[in-house]
């Protein structure tokens, strides 16, 4: 079986000069990431090493190969040395992941994001050298289960102990101008942005007066801004 096999008749080398990411695994979440990238403007080269997903997504992407990207010739033939951004989305063989990964370093590739499936194989990419070390089923099992308590409407956690979440405005803070409130030295958190009757949201200050029915981000360290979204 022949170890690279390209569809599209795009040259790679052109689309690594241009706004573009390479994403390498194209299961759910690779493919997820390509289209989307793709949606926004980005050119995507997909490489997997299932033909029938690649067939799949022949004319969907930019260009989309069937190869062993464990091997460095063929990486390099299919250009992915010359990205400045790849991402490896390999999730259901970690030796594929880390030898792709490793393969990719030792290009110097300065931006490189890579999947992992357990706290383990996170470590493992870390200790590589990757610095960007994704975990997309954990990432989403912890913001559901904030979404599940029913402290918010929707939840980002920017970092382990840092989030933004969308809440209603508890009756404490309604009609009162936010300056007034003492917020941040009785909660921790932070109004950043409100939406009223479906508008488009608009940066909050001190001189914002809330209404019953907004919608609002509210910025803290994570347990602070749940507890604040529970207020009511």
């Known amino acids: 079986m022949a170890s690279l096999r390209i569809f599209s008749g795009t040259r790679t080398s052109r689309i690594a000069e241009a706004d ?20 926004s403007g980005t050119e995507v080269l997909g490489i997997d090493t299932d033909e029938e997903i690649v067939q799949s ?23 992915v040395d010359e ?18 990964t490793s393969v990719l370093l030792s290009f110097g590739i300065p931006h490189i994001w890579a999947k992992a499936t357990s706290d383990a194989h996170g470590q493992i990419l870390q200790q590589l050298g990757v610095q960007h070390v994704v975990y997309p089923e954990k990432d989403m099992g912890r913001r559901v289960a904030h979404l599940v308590r029913g402290a918010a409407l929707d939840y980002i956690e920017v970092d382990d102990d840092y989030a ?69």
């Open 20 to 39: 573009a990411v390479a994403v390498i695994g194209l299961g759910r979440f690779g493919q997820s990431l390509a289209l989307e990238l793709m949606a």
């Open 57 to 79: 997504l022949n004319g969907e992407l930019t260009q989309v190969a069937r190869a062993d990207t464990t091997k460095a010739e063929v990486l390099k033939q299919l250009a």
């Open 83 to 100: 990205f400045d951004r790849v991402v490896v989305a390999i999730g259901s063989d970690i030796q594929s992941s880390i030898l792709t």
């Open 164 to 232: 933004i979440i969308k809440t209603s405005p508890n009756a404490s803070i309604v009609g009162r101008r936010l300056g007034e409130t003492g917020i941040r030295q009785k909660h921790g958190v932070t109004v950043m942005a409100v939406r009223r009757d479906g508008e488009p949201w608009c940066n909050a200050d001190a001189e914002t007066v809330l209404r019953e029915g907004d919608t609002i981000l509210v910025a803290g360290p994570t347990r602070r801004a749940e507890e604040f979204g529970q207020l009511r």
